[in-house]
């Protein structure tokens, strides 16, 4: 148990469905992100926010649409998207003090497929 | 432009003998590496780590070695044991943000009886 808690675990949605990612961290952190794994490619970093606010988009397509109401719930809201973005989403959370790595804990991740 | 690479997809060995995962990385500033174990259906988990000022992190059965000339690390574990199965992933720390981890693409292994 990671502390790390993601739903839905798999999603399938067609291309005009809208639907959201949740992800719930139990270990007090400030700071999360969510990464996309696609088949064969390495884990990206799509977001980060830290105290609640976004630090970090890298150039995500603007149909992922986060959202972190509070440290320790965070949301990716999905539209319009496409097959090419079918892939295993991991949410992570980790302490951060605005200089040092600290270690991310990772979520069993959602396995979304786009129809 | 993939800045951490790990050129092996896949890779098997005996129960009891030694295993050792590869990566490589292309940004000389990277001031810290990391590796994660991945089981099917869970996320990645922590597995040991090393400073870039350090050639050398030793925990239990797990080493890493970094070698910043050829701007390559590996992982060794002795001995093998068929619950070490797992995704393993290598990710570096870029001085630019100690929360944008670069991962590598990840390295099957698999311990055989």
């Known amino acids: 148990e990671t502390g790390v808690t993601q739903t839905p675990r798999h999603l399938v949605m067609g291309m005009t469905n809208k639907k959201s990612l949740k992800c719930e961290q139990h270990l007090g952190h400030n700071a999360m992100y969510w990464y996309k794994q696609s088949a064969k490619k390495p884990l990206e970093l799509m977001f980060v926010y830290s105290l609640e606010e976004r630090v970090e988009n890298n150039s995500v397509p603007s149909r992922f649409s986060p959202e972190c109401p509070n440290s320790s719930h965070l949301f990716l809201h999905l539209h319009t998207l496409q097959p090419e973005d079918s892939a295993l989403y991991l949410c992570?959370?980790?302490?951060?003090?605005?200089?040092?790595?600290?270690?991310?804990?990772f979520g069993p991740g959602t396995r979304l497929t786009v129809l | 432009d993939q800045q951490v690479k790990q050129n092996s997809p896949s890779l098997s060995v005996q129960e009891g003998r030694i295993s050792i995962l590869n990566c490589d990385y292309t940004?000389?500033?990277?001031?810290?590496f990391l590796w994660y174990k991945k089981y099917p259906a869970e996320g990645p988990t922590f597995l040991i780590s090393?400073?870039?000022?350090?050639d050398k992190n030793e925990d239990g059965r797990f080493t890493v070695f970094l070698n910043k000339s050829a701007k390559h690390l590996s992982l060794h574990i002795v001995p093998s044991q068929p619950g070490d199965s797992a995704v393993y992933f290598c990710a570096a720390v870029p001085p630019s943000g100690a929360q944008k981890l670069v991962f590598g693409q990840g390295t099957r292994l698999t311990i055989n009886p």
């Open positions: 090393i400073s870039s000022i350090k």
């Open positions: 992570a959370s980790s302490p951060y003090d605005g200089t040092s790595y600290n270690e991310q804990f």
């Open positions: 940004n000389s500033m990277f001031d810290y």
